[in-house]
């Protein structure tokens, strides 16, 4: 099937669940035929909740689930060719690694020779050719978490579903494991719905990101798109930091505004939805696209705080606004502003983005 | 050394205490019993003698010979055969019931162990005298029975095998049960749901997961079950009118009624033989597939 295609298509899918917690409010989205696609949210956003309904662990209380068009929403998982690698592995404790990743074809009924092979093609692919005759209580967390994935696409499923399968990896392991998920996930040309509560993990790897929150889906697009326009305050906020102005429009200028604050700073602002001027309105901007030591604002340096690479300043703006600014250390690797300096400011116009809420 | 050796061996006498009085001695008293003579008005005499093994398998014919004699193998076979079915039927009730309440919220699951042993609390005899209420002619089974059209007594299911069958159930299900929750409430239930989202259908989730997992406890629960039941004394005798001899009411009959007191011994002897061979023989094959041996 052709890249584009779509491979899940949630349609208007809501969740309650018993005792009245509505987990998922009318989510629609398309997944992509061999996408990294990605479900970003806090913990007890209902992607979770989106991720058990795809794999069949749950059942919508509304909505249709279709796989490659045909609706699955109410098969049990057995019936899906659609498979997880969970959160803590769940690995068969009984079995050995081989064992554990030939389960489902076993399950199939597939000939004993195909199972063999697929086995280890895909410890293999995990570079854990040498581990099958292994139990699982014999291999490391990062161990574990390869055998899961080569479990998981043993039996070559249409679409794998990840529950946030690096949360349990120490860091350096986490790091190193995403530069692997994504390359499996080009060879293997599965299709991954991928869930995460880490935004750095969302924005590495994915092709596409659906930002969600309180059971709904706040944003759907590409990692710059999400990250350089982030449409409501919830976006902005939980993805990257950004500083948050609230003003009214002034004048607009095809895709370009400014916003005055109520002490009278003029910010340029790219639009977003129908406003028109005189409209209060929130901007959100990104700390690192302010540039310090030129330009026609003026502000006073309250906090200064040493990053390592960057340094990283909360600036007073007359009375009313505060920005916090990030900048890139010079060689010296020393800042260039002390608290108590008076500094010019510059917000490039396109820098800050106008907010939908 | 030699003080931590003797620091040692006063910390675990008591339990050597223990077990020695009430476990070893009680059993090599029956040990000699069962080689000693008969005294027909009760108890023995002093004196060796092989007489009471001989008893158990063969006859002696007028003239001294020895014929062979398979009443008490056939009492020995019936009883494990009741035993072995008793201790089947309790883990095909057992391991549904113990999965049941293992899922269940843990406020819950505390109420159902509380249900579960709550027959703890009475006396297994009196227990027992109830089913002979439920089972009788005109019962509580039989009597319901009649509103559908059968007649008077075709469910007087008192004093036949099926009735020292459901006896024997009801008694040891509850030690069926408890070993087989303790394996299945520590089991991780996300297992299942890998097993399901790796096209396993329920009963191979069953068969591969559930069972192989709670394998401890189905071996405690039907060692439970199974070694009580073989020398089950109350229920054969009240439920079965003691109709058909087992173990454990010809073991009482040789010690009250028939006052030989060797033989009762000896066949207690033989019955702790053979429950002790059955674990070895258990212990042997789990050890190879690195599976618990038994209490550990």
């Given at each position: 099937?052709?890249a584009g295609?779509?491979a899940v298509e949630?349609?208007?899918i809501?969740k309650?669940f018993?005792?009245g917690v ?6 629609s989205?398309?997944i992509?035929e061999n996408?990294f696609?990605?479900l970003?949210?806090?913990?007890g ?8 309904l795809?794999?069949g662990f ?11 068009g045909l609706d699955i ?7 899906r060719?659609v ?12 079995m ?7 389960f489902?074809?076993?399950m199939?009924?597939?000939p004993?020779?195909?199972i063999d092979?697929?086995?280890?093609q895909?410890l293999?692919?995990v570079?854990?050719?040498d581990y ?8 490391s ?8 994935f080569?479990?998981?696409?043993a039996p070559?499923p249409?679409?794998l579903?990840?529950d946030?399968?690096?949360s349990?990896?120490d860091?350096k392991?986490?790091q190193?494991m ?8 080009r060879?293997?040309?599965i299709t991954?719905i ?5 935004q ?7 092709d596409r990101?659906?930002v969600m929150s309180?059971?709904?889906i706040?944003q759907?697009?590409?990692p710059?798109d999400?990250?350089?326009s982030?449409?409501n ?6 993805i990257?930091?950004?500083n948050f102005?609230e003003g009214?429009?002034?004048?607009i200028?095809g895709?370009?505004?400014v916003?005055?604050?109520?002490d009278?700073?003029?910010?340029a602002?790219?639009m977003n939805?129908?406003h028109k ?16 030591g030129a330009?026609k604002l003026k ?7 040493y990053?390592?690479?960057s340094t ?5 703006l ?5 920005l916090?600014v990030?900048?890139a250390?010079?060689?010296s690797?020393?800042?260039r502003?002390?608290?108590?300096d008076?500094?010019k400011?510059d ?5 800050a983005?106008?907010?939908a809420? | 050394?030699?003080r ?11 339990a050597?205490l223990v ?5 070893l001695?009680?059993?090599?008293i029956m040990l000699?019993?069962s080689?000693m003579?008969?005294d027909?008005y009760g108890?023995?005499e002093?004196g ?6 001989v ?6 014919d ?5 014929i ?13 055969g009741l035993a ?10 057992g391991?549904p ?7 269940q919220?843990?406020d819950?699951r ?11 609390w ?5 227990r027992?005298?109830?089913?002979i209420l439920?089972l009788?002619r005109?019962?509580?089974v ?10 008077p ?8 095998n099926t009735?020292?069958f459901?006896?024997?159930v ?5 030690f069926?049960?408890l070993?087989l929750?303790?394996?299945l409430?520590k089991?991780?239930?996300?297992l299942?749901?890998?097993a399901?989202?790796?096209y396993a259908?329920?009963?191979?989730a069953a068969r591969?997961v559930?069972?192989?997992l709670a394998r ?16 089950a004394?109350i229920?054969?005798?009240l ?5 058909r001899?087992?173990?454990g009411?010809?073991i ?10 060797p033989?009762?011994a000896a066949v207690?002897?033989?019955?702790m033989?053979f429950?002790m ?9 789990a ?10």
């Open positions: 099937m052709a295609q779509s949630a349609r208007g809501s309650v018993p005792g509505k987990a998922l409010d009318d989510v989205v398309t992509r996408e696609f990605t970003l949210g806090p913990s956003c209902g992607k979770t909740t989106l991720l058990r795809i794999a749950e059942f919508p209380s509304a909505g249709e689930i279709l796989l490659h929403a109410h098969l049990p998982p057995d019936r060719p498979n997880t690698v969970f959160q803590h592995y769940a690995l068969f404790p009984h050995t690694v081989a064992e554990n990743v030939g489902g074809l076993r199939q009924g597939r004993k020779g195909e092979r697929a086995v280890d895909a293999a692919l570079k854990m050719a099958g005759a292994r139990r699982p209580s014999q291999l967390g990062g161990q574990q978490q390869r055998v899961a080569a479990r998981a696409i070559r249409q679409v579903l990840l946030e399968p690096l349990a990896l860091l392991l986490r190193a995403r530069g692997e998920l994504k390359t499996l996930q060879e293997t040309g991954f991928f869930v995460t509560h880490d750095e993990e969302a924005l590495t790897m994915s990101i659906a309180a059971g709904k706040q759907i697009g590409a710059l999400i990250y350089e982030p449409v305050h919830f976006v902005a906020d939980f990257g930091d950004s102005i009214a429009i002034d004048t200028k895709d370009a505004a916003v005055k604050t109520p009278g700073i003029a910010i602002a790219r939805g129908p001027a005189g409209d209060r309105i929130a901007v959100a901007l990104r700390p690192e696209k302010i540039l310090l330009g502000g006073e340096v309250r906090e200064a705080v990053l390592g690479t990283s300043y909360v600036i007073a007359g009375r009313a606004v505060t916090s990030r900048e250390n010079d060689l690797g020393k800042a502003f002390a608290v108590g008076t500094v400011l917000i490039p116009a396109g820098a983005r106008m907010l809420d | 050394m030699l931590s050796t003797t620091s040692n061996w006063f910390g675990v006498a008591p050597w077990i020695g009085i009430f476990g001695l009680p059993m090599f000699a019993i080689f003579v008969q027909p108890g023995v002093w060796f003698s092989t007489e009471a093994y008893q158990f398998l063969f006859e002696r007028l003239d001294d010979s020895l062979l004699n398979t009443i008490y193998v056939n009492i020995v076979a019936r009883s494990i072995a079915m008793t201790t089947i039927l309790c883990l095909i009730i391991l019931v113990a999965y049941f309440i293992a899922r919220p843990e819950k505390n109420l159902y162990m509380l249900l579960i042993t709550i027959p703890f009475t006396n297994l005899l009196i027992t005298y109830a089913w439920i009788t005109n019962g509580v039989d009597a319901r029975l009649q509103w559908f059209g059968f007649e007594g075709t469910f007087d299911l008192l004093y036949t009735a020292i459901i006896g024997l009801y008694s040891y299900l509850p069926m049960v070993p929750y303790a394996s409430e089991m991780d239930f996300r299942i749901e890998a399901s989202d790796l259908s329920k009963w191979q591969h559930i069972i192989p401890p406890g189905i071996v405690a629960g039907s060692l439970l079950v199974f070694i009580p039941s073989i020398g004394f229920a054969p005798e439920l079965g009118g003691g109709k001899m087992m173990l009411s010809l009482y009959f040789q010690f009250a009624t028939a006052r030989n007191w033989f009762g207690s002897i033989l019955l033989a429950v061979i059955a674990l070895l023989v258990y212990a042997r094959a050890k190879g597939q690195g599976l618990p041996a038994g209490g550990h």
